[in-house]
């Protein structure tokens, strides 16, 4: 069966320093990952998404993550917060055998100034 | 604008009236989904559609009703609502699904309240 875990339900970062969210994943199969990003009482939107071409995959507003098959971790970071990134963040899998997507239970991001 | 719309946005309700709550997407997508979010549980699948009149189960669908007779729309329906339904439900649609690396495409969300 395939699980998302997201290891930390809150993370809290100072405004410049860089940022880490975890995600790691148990998947039979070749695996499609993805990070959402929910702002305060808004819809997702799609951060990035690893299709097997590149390990390191770069995606919006500065946001990367780095898929390692042998860690079954996909982590996702910034160089440096911005205040506009306190957000709750969800990993997600998908695999094609199974027709569904499932989602880690979540990361909110907090930013201080 | 492509985009996934879902009505109502706001729906408060008593236990047992039943409800639709509909989705609609306008980018000729094959595949759609349903979730409900709460807290510390992340987004939960309750059913999912591959076309039109092809629907199946998610992780949590017990209480709850689709259908799929075209290809833009997707109702959910609560047909005897009881308060452990109150969430925040999301409506999602994809080209093609997780059978390719499709991204999904997420509407505004509908926060129900059973009462």
């Known amino acids: 069966a395939q699980s998302v875990t997201q290891l930390d339900s809150h993370v809290s970062v100072s405004e410049g320093t860089p940022v880490l969210l975890r995600c790691n994943y148990s998947s039979s199969y070749s695996p499609s990952l993805f990070w959402y990003v929910q702002h305060p009482n808004k819809g997702l939107q799609l951060l990035l998404k690893?299709?097997?071409?590149?390990?390191l995959v770069k995606g919006i507003n500065g946001f990367e993550a780095e898929f390692k098959k042998s860690e079954t971790s996909f982590h996702l970071t910034k160089p440096s917060a911005h205040m506009s990134d306190a957000a709750e963040y969800f990993c997600?899998?998908?695999?094609?055998?199974?027709?569904?997507?499932?989602f880690g239970s979540g990361t909110k991001l907090n930013v201080k100034p | 604008e492509a985009q996934v719309t879902q009505n109502p946005r706001y729906l408060i309700t008593v236990t047992g009236k039943k409800l639709t709550v509909t989705c609609s997407q306008n980018m000729n997508h094959e595949y759609m989904s349903w979730y409900r979010q709460d807290p510390g549980l992340g987004l939960r699948q309750i059913y999912y559609s591959m076309n039109v009149e092809v629907t199946d189960k998610g992780d949590v669908p017990e209480g709850y009703k689709v259908s799929r007779k075209e290809k833009r729309n997707f109702p959910l329906i609560l047909e005897s609502p009881s308060p452990n339904q109150t969430s925040l439900y999301f409506c999602a649609s994809s080209p093609l699904g997780p059978r390719t690396t499709d991204t999904q495409y997420f509407g505004p969300g509908t926060r129900l309240t059973v009462l």
């Open positions: 997600v899998v998908s695999e094609g055998n199974f027709n569904k997507f499932y």
């Open positions: 690893y299709t097997s071409a590149a390990t």
